[in-house]
């Protein structure tokens, strides 16, 4: 199959504007692909298609999918790249057709923007379907023509990184538990040489005095895990590393503080920090990128028994803080806390964690952008910029020292796991609650609850677990690199 991309007249003339490699292959069949463009009726909308057979015989079936108009850049107002979201749309919605047709290749114009066109090509394909006995037909995507091919490849990773943050996600609980979690993500690993992979144990958490982690962990018959990587990348391994931070809730049931039935099983992806950040990581090892990165993610499941945190709880966190535990479902803070202490060992150049955390973050943004709290507006512009290109965006939200009070204004301990009036403010609370625990002068806290799962709101992802920011996590470490070389 192939497909082809075709932008929309910018005249009323309504004839087809083809890309290059869209221009090649029409006088390859003699302008016939023009001809039955213009039979088949107006001119064709950004991400409808249209499906030609018997065209050529390298390609039995051709899709031509609408682009948008021809010079889409960044949207001011979107903030993002229209241009390569067009892309990214257009031949996730070309290929996904290719295999509807069960046609087991598909080779994708470069549209101008090879990375944008890979990107669309391996996340529009991905499904989860380990587990069915009737799984859809495998396609293999690649690129169309010989030129972009090294931007190609890096989509394709870019993409793979996310996709392996969507397997994680989307898996049951029952398979990704926290040590399946951790062992994955050293498998994906292994093969580089500068990459070291710790698995540490329960009796390693207790050393560490990690109470409030514990505290969680105890209601479960799954042991805690603390996952722990090293990506040397950097030209010096003693360079200051980028530190990610995840939350590692394999399944969340609410604790004794219970969650309604309906929709829990979504739960199983509460890890969706881990996921992210971790795929991150496997994925700038496989770029090579030029930096040191570590990554840390505190993975243990959350349940109700007789050893469970119970509502009024006071644990203690590494750093000595004490913690009234107010609500057993306010569990990922818990993680956190300990994970950030233990962050601010490796004199890291920002520290960056990703979480699940608040159901109120979905009820501020949905799921149009990652909110992120920062102490630091130099790595906020990083994050920001990075989000424009790959169209996961970001958006900053307040660490006010209104919402410090609401944390620490607290009966018998030092903070409280929820701010005392409850529901107000819910994301910024927490992320008011997480800063208690951090000293270092450039961290970020990105709450990911909102863009965990896809319905039909990113056209090139399909129903279920999204992901998502993991290829911004990605385009971020890359500029910090730059940043570090020049």
């Known amino acids: 199959g192939l497909v082809l991309g075709v932008y929309s007249s910018e005249k009323d003339d309504g004839a087809a504007q083809f890309t290059s490699a869209g221009d090649a292959f029409d006088k390859l069949v003699s302008g016939k692909l023009r001809t039955?463009?213009?039979?088949?009726?107006?001119?064709?909308?950004?991400?409808?298609?249209?499906?030609?057979?018997?065209?050529?015989?390298?390609f039995p079936s051709v899709v031509v999918v609408g682009l948008g108009k021809k010079n889409a850049g960044i949207n001011e107002q979107e903030n993002w790249n229209e241009g390569k979201e067009n892309i990214r749309t257009a031949v996730a919605v070309g290929c996904r057709q290719i295999q509807d047709l069960e046609i087991p290749c598909v080779e994708v114009d470069p549209c101008g923007d090879a990375q944008a066109a890979a990107e669309g090509a391996v996340l529009?394909?991905?499904?989860?379907?380990?587990?069915?006995?009737?799984?859809?037909?495998?396609?293999?995507?690649?690129?169309?023509?010989?030129?972009?091919?090294?931007?190609?490849?890096?989509?394709v990773i870019y993409a793979e990184g996310q996709n392996l943050a969507r397997y994680l996600m989307e898996a049951p609980a029952n398979y990704i538990t926290p040590i399946k979690f951790a062992e994955h993500i050293e498998q994906k690993?292994?093969?580089?040489?500068?990459?070291?992979?710790?698995?540490?144990?329960?009796?390693?958490?207790?050393?560490?005095?990690?109470?409030?982690?514990?505290?969680?962990?105890?209601?479960?018959?799954?042991?805690?895990?603390?996952?722990?990587?090293?990506?040397?990348?950097?030209?010096?391994?003693d360079d200051s590393p980028l530190v990610f931070v995840g939350k590692g809730v394999t399944f969340d049931s609410g604790g004794i503080s219970l969650k309604p039935s309906s929709g829990m099983d979504a739960m199983r992806a509460d890890m969706?920090?881990?996921?992210?950040?971790?795929?991150?990581?496997?994925?700038?090892?496989?770029?090579?990128?030029?930096?040191?990165?570590?990554?840390?993610?505190?993975?243990?499941?959350?349940?109700?028994?007789?050893?469970?945190?119970?509502?009024?709880d006071v644990?203690?966190?590494?750093?000595?803080?004490?913690?009234?535990?107010?609500?057993?479902?306010?569990?990922?803070?818990?993680?956190?806390?300990?994970?950030l202490c233990y962050a601010h060992n490796f004199n890291a150049r920002a520290i960056v964690n990703a979480a699940t955390l608040t159901g109120a973050m979905d009820v501020a943004l949905g799921s149009a952008a990652t909110g992120v709290f920062t102490n630091s507006s130099w790595l906020w512009t990083h994050l920001y910029e990075a989000s424009i290109l790959t169209g996961d965006?970001?958006?900053?939200?307040?660490?006010?020292?209104?919402?410090?009070?609401?944390?620490?204004?607290?009966?018998?301990?030092?903070?409280s796991n929820i701010g005392k009036y409850s529901r107000a403010g819910g994301a910024c609370t927490a992320a008011a609650f997480l800063k208690e625990f951090v000293t270092a002068s450039h961290w970020a806290?990105?709450?990911?609850?909102?863009?965990?799962?896809?319905?039909?709101?990113?056209?090139?992802?399909?129903?279920?677990?999204a992901g998502r920011p993991t290829r911004t996590l990605i385009e971020f470490a890359a500029r910090l690199s730059q940043d570090s070389h020049n």
Request: charged fraction near 20%; charge should be positive; include cysteine.
């Open 36 to 58: 039955l463009l213009s039979l088949c009726g107006p001119p064709l909308k950004k991400g409808k298609t249209r499906v030609f057979h018997g065209l050529h015989q390298d």
């Open 445 to 465: 806290h990105l709450d990911i609850a909102g863009v965990m799962s896809n319905k039909d709101e990113v056209p090139y992802l399909r129903k279920g677990m």
């Open 315 to 339: 644990v203690r966190a590494k750093n000595g803080k004490t913690i009234q535990v107010d609500n057993t479902d306010a569990e990922g803070r818990l993680l956190l806390a300990d994970a």
């Open 272 to 312: 969706g920090g881990a996921a992210t950040v971790c795929s991150a990581i496997v994925t700038a090892a496989a770029l090579n990128l030029p930096l040191n990165i570590i990554g840390l993610a505190p993975l243990c499941e959350n349940m109700p028994s007789g050893k469970a945190n119970k509502p009024g």
């Open 124 to 155: 529009g394909l991905h499904e989860y379907n380990e587990l069915k006995q009737k799984k859809k037909p495998v396609v293999t995507p690649q690129l169309h023509g010989r030129a972009e091919s090294e931007a190609w490849q890096k989509g």
């Open 393 to 415: 965006r970001v958006w900053r939200m307040p660490l006010f020292e209104h919402y410090t009070k609401q944390v620490t204004d607290c009966p018998l301990a030092d903070v």
């Open 189 to 237: 690993l292994r093969s580089f040489s500068n990459v070291k992979v710790h698995i540490r144990p329960e009796s390693w958490i207790t050393t560490q005095e990690m109470g409030a982690f514990l505290s969680v962990a105890k209601g479960s018959a799954e042991p805690p895990i603390f996952l722990e990587i090293h990506y040397l990348g950097g030209a010096n391994k």
